[in-house]
């Protein structure tokens, strides 16, 4: 599986994004998927994830109520709102491994190029 993440770029503190990611192929299971972040410096930290029919997510205690995932079919966005400095990141969608959606990377198996949001103070 081959994923590709776009719409990331510069932003205003306070602004908004919305990031896609696409996979070239629909898993043999109920994958769930999700999004990782890495910061210059900093190790990767989970962001969120979102189950194979999209009824149950996980967010991080940094992104909760300000970022959203949803899903359709092979298709995952993350919707960005209020973004601080702070979320200024390479932003990473993932598979996982099963059907659950765990917090560490190790939980996921297929992980996409990444795409760079940067947010300006």
């Known amino acids: 599986v081959q994923l590709q993440a776009s719409g990331g770029g510069l932003v205003q503190a306070g602004g908004s994004l919305r990031l896609s990611c696409a996979a070239s192929?629909?898993?043999?299971?109920?994958?769930?998927m999700g999004w990782f972040r890495q910061a210059p410096g900093k190790e990767r930290e989970f962001v969120g994830s979102?189950?194979?029919?999209?009824?149950t997510t996980i967010y991080a205690d940094n992104v909760r109520g300000r970022f959203t995932i949803s899903r359709d079919n092979a298709k995952m966005y993350l919707q960005m709102n209020t973004l601080k400095p702070e979320d200024t990141a390479i932003y990473y969608c993932?598979?996982?491994?099963?059907?659950?959606?765990?917090?560490?990377?190790?939980?996921?198996?297929?992980w996409g190029q990444g795409t760079q949001v940067t947010v300006s103070s």
């Open positions: 993932v598979v996982a491994r099963s059907s659950y959606s765990g917090r560490d990377t190790a939980d996921y198996q297929y």
């Open positions: 192929r629909r898993t043999s299971s109920n994958n769930a």
């Open positions: 979102i189950s194979w029919r999209g009824g």
